[in-house]
């Protein structure tokens, strides 16, 4: 079936270094992703939805400037979290669905990222 | 903005138990999801809805669009659903993100 793969599974890094997480559709065409942020305990948010050929529509509250995705292929979506604070610690994990309005969500299986 | 509940938010069961979680929201939707997470993170998508029932294996979902309101059944329970199931509910059209509640901390003992 139909599978999102995201890389990398987890990352550690230090404070004000970027980090870049990928999300591909491996057997379909995502004209839409979407981005979610995963804090202990609590539920999912979501933080952008990334379109092919666009530029992203990020939810209110959500820094554009740090949180910067592109979505260059029909199959891949790209959040890259600029100058990496201890806050943004975090489980990252996208979404993609194919183009009919009613396929099937997919997600991908989360990135684990803590900074130090 | 879409306020989705969730019950109950921790369930411990035994092994052979029919499950219910509950899942209300506030909005009219487009359709609903049941997701299945497991301890390490990844996310699978159970079920989409916009209506009636769906049923695959054990597992039973349920809307009511009138209430609002949706139920995740499990019959035979086993050890190997342990997992958070969440509910989320999506508003806009096919590109649309979703809204999701607390989850639900699910764990069958053998």
């Known amino acids: 079936g139909a599978v999102v793969s995201q890389h990398p599974s987890w990352v550690i890094c230090k404070s004000g270094t970027s980090v870049k997480i990928e999300c591909r559709s491996l057997d379909f065409q995502a004209t839409t992703m979407f981005w979610y942020r995963q804090f202990p305990k609590q539920s999912l948010m979501l933080m952008a939805t990334s379109n092919e050929g666009s530029k992203a529509t990020y939810e209110q509250g959500v820094e554009k400037d740090k949180f910067l995705i592109n979505h260059a292929s029909l199959t891949l979506s790209t959040l890259t979290v600029t100058s990496a604070h201890p806050e943004d610690s975090s489980f990252y994990i996208c979404?993609?669905?194919?183009?009919?309005?009613?396929?099937?969500?997919?997600f991908g299986n989360g990135t684990r990222l803590t900074v130090t | 903005k879409n306020e989705v509940e969730q019950s109950p938010q921790n369930l411990t069961a035994q092994e052979g138990e029919f499950i219910t979680i509950n899942c209300s929201y506030s909005v009219g939707i487009s359709a609903l999801h049941w997701l299945q997470q497991h301890p390490g993170g990844g996310i699978v998508s159970l079920f989409m809805l916009s209506s009636g029932k769906k049923k695959h294996g054990r597992l039973i979902a349920t809307i009511n669009i009138q209430e609002k309101h949706s139920s995740l059944h499990i019959t035979a329970s086993h050890p190997r659903d342990s997992a958070v199931y969440i509910c989320?509910?999506?508003?806009?059209?096919?590109?649309?993100?979703?809204?999701f509640g607390k989850g639900t901390h699910l764990i069958i003992q053998p």
């Open positions: 979404s993609a669905r194919g183009q009919r309005y009613n396929s099937p969500l997919h």
């Open positions: 989320a509910v999506g508003t806009g059209g096919g590109a649309d993100g979703l809204t």
